[in-house]
């Protein structure tokens, strides 16, 4: 597998200090995005590609402040033509 074949996953900060959501509950969406865009984006070639050893699957995991952040970021992704999945789960 390439070296820079990353997948990132983009948590809510708000969700664990505003919102109080419990660390499992965050950690649950995170794996749920992650898995969501694997399947979305299942025949894409560089999916296959991060697919291909899976002992060496690289995520790098980033934070934005909260939803109005992370709903800019895909904003900023559909206009990069940027696969991903943003999940609409904050209640």
Known sequence: ???????????????FTKLNWPVGAVIAQACHASSAVIHLYYTDPNTQEYLK????????????????????LSEKLKAGSID????????
């Open 1 to 15: 597998m390439a070296a820079s074949m990353v997948q990132y996953v983009v948590i809510r900060r708000d969700l």
């Open 53 to 72: 050893d899976l002992d060496r699957m690289h995520k790098v995991i980033l934070e934005a402040d909260d939803e109005e952040t992370l709903r800019s």
């Open 84 to 91: 991903h999945k943003a999940l609409d789960r904050t209640t």
